[in-house]
């Protein structure tokens, strides 16, 4: 069954530094999410992409945080200047459609720590 | 907050119990979905419930929905020692594409 991947598994950064997280969605999916998980705290949404750009974002996901998607099959989570409270899990996932009535498929995601 | 809240937050019980986890929510929803998630991995979607249904059954899943009281209840019955994960109930607002996450419930079934 085709699934999302997300590398690298953990990532360990120093704060202030720059940082890209990678995900391959599902192929013929057409939007892309990406989530984190602080530890011990509820998963909180970010943003979602779809044709190419922004269609929405959370508070969370200021100045900081961008997303692109480089190529056909790639998308990413840049997050430009690394604070200590960005340490989290970051989960990325794709629907065939709008969420309304398709679900959503995650990837096992990538643990960001930041030193 | 838009999230929900899973009732009880850790369940513990013996391998071919019944398990049932609830969930209250606040907003307007388009539909409701529960995943799972084993410790340190990524979330699985488990099963989707329309706003406009009141129970599907998935295998050994069976969820139920009440808008009118803003809640939902996973059961799972027949449990195994494999089922040991967290549950989420997520749902979808009226007109958003993301999904808000509740606390979930921490299950663990003892062989």
């Known amino acids: 069954e085709p699934e999302v991947t997300q590398t690298p598994s953990h990532q360990v950064t120093q704060m202030g530094q720059e940082v890209i997280l990678r995900c391959v969605p599902i192929s013929n999916h057409l939007y892309f999410y990406w989530y984190r998980q602080i530890l011990g705290q509820k998963v909180e949404f970010l943003v979602s992409?779809?044709?190419?750009?922004?269609?929405?974002k959370s508070e969370i996901f200021d100045d900081q945080f961008s997303v692109e998607r480089p190529d056909g099959s790639n998308f990413t989570l840049k997050i430009r200047s690394t604070k200590l409270e960005d340490s989290a899990m970051y989960f990325c996932?794709?629907?065939?459609?709008?969420?309304?009535?398709?679900?959503?498929?995650f990837g096992d995601g990538t643990r960001l720590s930041i030193l | 907050s838009q999230q929900g809240e899973e009732d009880p937050q850790a369940l513990s019980i013996q391998e071919g119990e019944n398990a049932t986890m609830n969930c209250s929510y606040k907003t307007s929803i388009n539909n409701l979905q529960w995943y799972r998630q084993n410790s340190g991995r990524g979330l699985v979607h488990l099963i989707l419930?329309?706003?406009?249904?009141r129970e599907k059954h998935s295998g050994r899943l069976r969820v139920t929905l009440d808008t009118s009281k803003k809640s939902s209840s996973l059961l799972i019955t027949a449990s195994r020692a494999a089922d040991t994960a967290s549950y989420f109930c997520?749902?979808?607002?009226?007109?958003?594409?993301?999904?808000?996450f509740g606390t979930g419930t921490r299950l663990t079934v003892i062989p």
């Open positions: 996932a794709s629907s065939e459609s709008r969420v309304s009535n398709q679900p959503q498929h």
């Open positions: 992409f779809y044709n190419n750009e922004i269609s929405e």
């Open positions: 997520v749902h979808l607002d009226t007109g958003a594409n993301n999904l808000f």
């Open positions: 419930i329309r706003s406009n249904e």
